[in-house]
Nanobody, 116 residues
Framework: QVQLVESGGGLVQPGGSLRLSCTASRNIFSTYVMGWYRQAPGKRELVARIGNRGDTNYADFVKGRFTISRDNAANTVYLQMNSLKPEDTAVYYC???????????WGQGTQVTVSS
């Protein structure tokens, strides 16, 4: 089982930036799709994903504002969030989904609050 630890959440004003980090307990990027999801009151939704080959995709509501990236040597995935809006307020979760297995792991979540 993979452990995921997120960090970087907090309170930011509208228009501001935050960078979230997700560190995995071992090197998994070659065999897992890494994703960031968020949950406000309601269902959890996909924000961005990076595949095992480095391909990325984004939810429409963050395109042009958020960037997902990874550091293989550090076993860490990042979510750079710019031009934040109050509607981005949510708990953000890191996810690791096995490409060739049914493994599916979640971090504990980190709160992002966008408010003046």
């Amino acid at each position: 089982q993979v452990q995921l630890v997120e960090s970087g959440g907090g309170l930011v004003q509208p228009g501001g930036s935050l960078r979230l980090s997700c560190t995995a307990s071992r090197n998994i990027f070659s065999t897992y799709v890494m994703g960031w999801y968020r949950q406000a009151p309601g269902k959890r939704e996909l924000v961005a994903r990076i595949g095992n080959r480095g391909d990325t995709n984004y939810a429409d509501f963050v395109k042009g504002r958020f960037t997902i990236s990874r550091d293989n040597a550090a076993n860490t995935v990042y979510l750079q969030m710019n031009s934040l809006k109050p509607e981005d307020t949510a708990v953000y979760y890191c996810n690791a989904a096995g490409v060739w297995s049914s493994s599916n792991c979640w971090g504990q979540g980190t709160q992002v609050t966008v408010s003046s």
